[in-house]
């Protein structure tokens, strides 16, 4: 029979580590970018000495900061990918190494992947910080080194030193480099269990349990947090069991396959790996793919691509699937009215209501940023400025945003308001992807001429309010009116407001509000107006007896003979008008709350 020789085992094991790397690559890069680059949106990592002081000043900030430094490079979706794949790759292989310090058996090495792939499965929610990967490697570190030591006493008092040292760097799961140490002086070292391993035992117990004791002392933060790690999830009043049952994987899976059998001939060793790998295949995909927001995915594919103005994405996206979720619907008609399409195609898609316009103010880190873009586009400066500031102040675990940086350096110039600018400015020269931005833009502080000029800031000059109002979020319409009033020119206001009171199902407001069109020049009437206004028509009107008053297209005047007819001759007629009129605003009207 023939045997197993190391160089084959050598071969399988990497091929295995590289097919766990591209995976995990694969699907944070092109099936799931939109939560890696969500991460990079609330944090801002600073190049200063203050910044590095203020991170690593409680228990866990070592994690914390290299966290975030890894962090900002998520500004590229395929950068994040990389540097996940690296570390749960880097996560796999220090277990590796140490569990077969433990017990080496090469038919077991798939078993390697749990840990990676469940905290790859912890990922999935966005909410899962980097600080608690790192973490987990730093304390896998230290089992590795004390492994080096190989003088009993110097490494079970090295071990002792360490534990305090593990805590302040790593935060809450330092308790796993204790654990490693004295199952590998079990079954590494093989050392007997004299006094002097039972005071090594009961002292590194001792630290566990005083170490966040002493540092409530100091740090004004909840005894929970301080026992199960303050930044390893966005949240700070939820634990991260999630990772806390990747500590446990990685001590109880080397101590359970040392009752596994020892595999000399190549058949049975090839068929192990096989079945595991296979096993592991499917379950790990159903849980990626069960755990994965594929919704939460889609939103912040829109967010992203508000926030990078990329308007043909979004409606590549949209014609793809059509969006539902008023974050997302709010993106698109954000898009087509950048694209000067709205007023045509936005019953194209699916609406949600004035919600899915111009969503309502909520209480959340999430939903004021791409509602502020619209308000920011419309030239409603100071709503989208606050909006933003709310944002950033409501992330849960109280980080700065580079981005809401950018955008308030941004709305502070276009109001003139030069000073506050170039204190977000200046802050943005302490990164590394914001700080060219940043230099280019501190140019035109206190240049009102250079201002002007600017494509962006000087057309949302002029069309801004200027004067104080105050905001009603019961009255958008009103605000839309007023902004419009303001500039006569600003044409995505007038469609705004216009399709404001589409959506609402307000006519009335409609045909008040739609002749102020005229200042900008249209050279057809919009489809979504000519529909309502044929609809208006014909509640007085017989529009194949009667011209109406407005160049109304014969195609749209024929389609809604064929509306109106389906209404009549059937009774249950939604799902036939749906199939042929579902890009009507009369469908809208009469089919959507």
């Not at 540097?83 to 790759?89: A, E, N, Q, R």
Request: aromatic letters at 18%; glycine letters at 4%; a positive charge.
């Amino acid at each position: 029979m023939k045997e197993i020789s190391s160089v084959h085992i050598n071969r399988v094991n990497i091929l295995i580590s590289f097919f766990l790397g591209m995976s995990i690559f694969l699907f944070f890069n092109f099936y799931y970018p939109f939560h890696v680059q969500y991460q990079e949106l609330f944090q801002m990592f600073l190049y200063t000495s203050d910044y590095f002081i203020d991170r690593i000043s409680h228990p866990g900030g070592l994690s914390d900061y290299l966290g975030n430094f890894f962090i900002q490079f998520y500004i590229y979706s395929w950068a994040g990918a990389l540097i996940l794949s690296s570390l749960l790759v880097l996560l796999q292989i220090m277990f590796v190494w140490i569990a077969n310090r433990m017990n080496k058996n090469p038919a077991c090495y798939p078993l390697s992947l749990l840990p990676a792939i469940a905290y790859w499965i912890l990922f999935c929610d966005e909410n899962y910080m980097l600080s608690g990967l790192i973490s987990l490697l730093l304390n896998l570190f230290a089992v590795i080194l004390s492994i080096k030591i190989s003088i009993r006493s110097i490494r079970l008092i090295s071990c002792f030193v360490a534990i305090p040292i593990l805590y302040f760097f790593s935060g809450g799961c330092f308790w796993v480099f204790v654990i490693f140490v004295i199952l590998l002086e079990i079954y590494y070292w093989r050392e007997r269990m004299d006094s002097r391993w039972w005071m090594f035992v009961l002292t590194s117990f001792l630290l566990i349990v005083f170490s966040p004791l002493i540092a409530k002392c100091f740090y004004q933060y909840p005894l929970e947090r301080l026992w199960w790690g303050i930044g390893f999830y966005r949240f700070p009043t939820i634990p991260p069991y999630g990772h806390f049952f990747v500590c446990l994987l990685l001590i109880l899976i080397p101590v359970s396959t040392r009752f596994f059998p020892l595999l000399s001939s190549m058949k049975k060793y090839t068929l192990a790996i096989i079945l595991q790998l296979f096993l592991i295949l499917i379950t790990g995909t159903y849980l990626i793919n069960t755990v994965a927001n594929w919704d939460k995915e889609e939103v912040m594919g829109y967010i992203h691509s508000v926030q990078m103005q990329q308007w043909d994405r979004i409606l590549v996206m949209a014609d793809e699937k059509n969006p539902t979720s008023p974050i997302s619907v709010s993106c698109l008609n954000l898009a087509l009215a950048k694209k000067s399409v709205l007023a045509d195609k936005m019953f194209s898609y699916y609406q949600n209501g004035v919600e899915g316009l111009l969503p309502t103010f909520e209480r959340d880190f999430t939903s004021p940023l791409s509602t502020g873009e619209i308000y920011y586009h419309l030239g409603m400066i100071n709503t989208a400025q606050r909006f933003v500031f709310e944002a950033m102040e409501a992330i849960p675990d109280y980080q700065k945003s580079a981005y809401c940086f950018k955008r308030l350096a941004e709305t502070n110039i276009i109001n003139g308001q030069y000073k506050v600018a170039g204190k977000y400015l200046k802050m943005l020269k302490q990164t590394l992807f914001y700080r060219s931005w940043a230099m280019e833009v501190l140019a035109f502080l206190n240049d009102e001429e250079k201002i002007n000029k600017h494509p962006d800031w000087g057309e949302l000059k002029r069309m801004r309010f200027k004067q104080d109002f105050l905001f009603s979020a019961n009255e958008r319409d009103v605000m839309l009116g007023l902004l419009f009033q303001n500039n006569k020119s600003n044409r995505m206001a007038f469609e705004y407001l216009i399709a404001y009171t589409l959506l609402d199902k307000n006519l009335e407001h409609f045909y008040r509000y739609y002749p102020l069109g005229r200042y900008l020049g249209y050279n057809h009437i919009p489809k979504s107006y000519q529909e309502a206004l044929l609809f208006m028509w014909c509640q007085n009107h017989n529009p194949l007896r009667e011209r109406t008053p407005w160049s109304i297209n014969p195609k749209i005047i024929e389609r809604l003979q064929g509306y109106a007819q389906i209404c009549i001759q059937q009774k249950n007629s939604e799902p036939l008008l749906r199939n042929d009129f579902g890009d009507t605003y009369w469908y809208y009207l009469h089919f959507r709350k």
